[in-house]
């Protein structure tokens, strides 16, 4: 299957600052990246679709402010976590999708555990 | 938002024995997907399943979907000790975008 990176898969950043974390598609151009956070022992929570020169797309509840998404080539889309606070610690787990005989194919990164001190 | 519900939360079995994992979900679909994620990883995908499908198997996994039920059911025979981790079932929305959406997932252990 395809690749996807997703850089760094660790970070610790104190109260206030901001983390960025990428994406990338290594061996296919996405069009469309997905932004996912995982609480420990639950599911995935889609955050935000990010569309190749485009304004993301944000899911209901989700701070666009708090949580900014560039996807600016189609191999690389970016999250920001602004002003961090601990509650924003978490798993942040990134997938590139294309369409294909109908059906969505999704490729997920390895995950950014953030931890915000 | 979630929409897929899946039970048990959490399973656990000996080696050696099938695991059971069922999925329900509410809206009409193109397709639905198993996902597996060990702890603290990526997610790695197991199986597709059209909605025309009803059964599909690869390897030691069995994947049934009744579309009418909206449910989908992951057999994993002669279960290993590596088979551990959880698993997520994902919708593939008929109307919309390209998102999956995901399940609660299941938290499988194989007792050695």
């Known amino acids: 299957g395809a690749v996807v990176s997703q850089h760094p898969s660790r970070v610790i950043c104190k109260s206030g600052t901001s983390v960025k974390i990428e994406c990338r598609s290594l061996?296919?151009?996405?069009?469309?990246m997905f932004w996912y956070r995982q609480f420990p022992k639950q599911s995935l929570m889609l955050m935000a679709t990010?569309?190749?020169?485009?304004?993301?797309?944000?899911e209901q509840g989700v701070e666009k402010d708090k949580f900014l998404i560039n996807h600016a080539s189609l191999t690389l889309s970016t999250l920001t976590v602004t002003s961090a606070h601990p509650e924003d610690s978490s798993f942040y787990i990134c997938?590139?999708?294309?369409?294909?005989?109908?059906?969505?194919?999704?490729?997920f990164g390895q995950g950014t555990r953030l931890t915000v001190v | 938002s979630q929409q897929g519900e899946e039970d048990p939360q959490a399973l656990s079995i000996q080696e050696g024995e099938n695991a059971t994992m069922n999925c329900s979900y509410k809206?009409?679909?193109?397709?639905l997907q198993w996902y597996r994620q060990n702890s603290g990883r990526g997610l790695v995908h197991l199986i597709l399943?059209?909605?025309?499908?009803r059964e599909k198997h690869s390897g030691r996994l069995r994947v049934t979907l009744d579309t009418s039920k909206k449910s989908s059911s992951l057999l994993i025979t002669a279960s290993r000790a590596a088979d551990t981790a959880s698993y997520f079932c994902?919708?593939?929305?008929?109307?919309?975008?390209?998102?999956?959406?995901f399940g609660q997932g299941t938290r499988l252990t194989i007792n050695p």
């Open positions: 994902a919708t593939d929305a008929r109307q919309g975008a390209q998102k999956l959406v």
């Open positions: 399943i059209r909605s025309n499908e």
């Open positions: 990010s569309n190749e020169g485009s304004k993301a797309t944000y």
């Open positions: 061996d296919f151009q996405a069009t469309t």
């Open positions: 997938s590139a999708s294309f369409r294909t005989g109908g059906y969505t194919e999704a490729f």
């Open positions: 809206t009409s679909i193109n397709n």
